[in-house]
């Protein structure tokens, strides 16, 4: 994944992340009147749209469900949405670490980064969660309803800047990583030629998987 044009992408997206930091206060005020207007309940969704601790054991009971199916292309979008989450936190995380910005609720303003002083604002976490996440099944299934799923990554962005946890430019960041890890591992499976499927086996010994591979 790390190759020229990854990096021109990333470094194109570093440029409009600076431009949006312009504006990050003043979306900030602008998300917390509007959001006023939004059920309680409906926020809460949202944010659990993007909380690992709910979309990682989703994602993988998601892939467990496939392996039943016979279907390789569903296993190979249910794999390929796990395997996005797990980088994209990772990369997501890391930048955590070194940017070191506080969240809007500090009232320390957008420009408060210091590097490895533990605060965690940069880049959204449940941002880059819930688009690696939904992501690959656009990818692999792109119809009407699979786009849908925008609107819920829209949302949960939306609602962490409402409620005052991140800046618009944590949210658009970690949105981006999220997409773009589950874009690139999709389109890199979807042209493989060696195709792998999954089955569940279970015998009166114990469980697991049967692995088959066609070239």
């Keep these: 994944m790390a190759t020229q044009r ?3 992408i990333a470094g194109g997206a570093a440029g409009v992340v600076l431009l949006l930091s312009q504006v990050d206060q003043p979306v900030t005020e602008s998300a917390v009147v ?9 926020r809460r969704v949202l944010h659990e749209a993007g909380n690992v601790k709910v979309v990682r054991p989703l994602a993988v009971g998601f892939f467990l469900g496939s392996l039943a199916s016979g279907s390789e292309r569903l296993q190979d979008a249910a794999f390929t949405s796990v395997q996005a989450i797990i980088y994209s936190n990772l990369v997501s995380n890391g930048l955590k670490l070194v940017a070191g910005r ?6 320390m303003g957008p420009g408060s980064f210091s590097p490895f002083s533990g605060r965690r604002s940069f880049p959204s976490g449940h941002a880059t969660t819930v688009f690696a996440f939904t992501v690959p099944w656009l990818a692999y299934y792109p119809r009407v309803e699979t786009y849908a799923f925008f609107l819920l990554g829209i ?9 005052n946890h991140h ?5 658009t960041t970690g949105a981006f990583i999220g997409a773009t890890t589950g874009y690139l591992l999709s389109r890199r499976h979807l042209r ?21 591979v066609s070239l």
């Design 102 to 107: 506080a969240r809007p609720g500090a009232n």
């Design 192 to 212: 493989l030629h060696t195709h792998l499927r999954l089955s569940p086996v279970v015998t009166s010994g114990g469980a697991g998987i049967r692995a088959a």
């Design 34 to 42: 509007f959001a006023e207007r939004m059920p309680q309940r409906m």
């Design 167 to 171: 800046w618009l430019t944590d949210v």
């Design 6 to 8: 990854t990096a021109v």
């Design 155 to 163: 949302g949960t962005a939306f609602v962490r800047i409402a409620d």
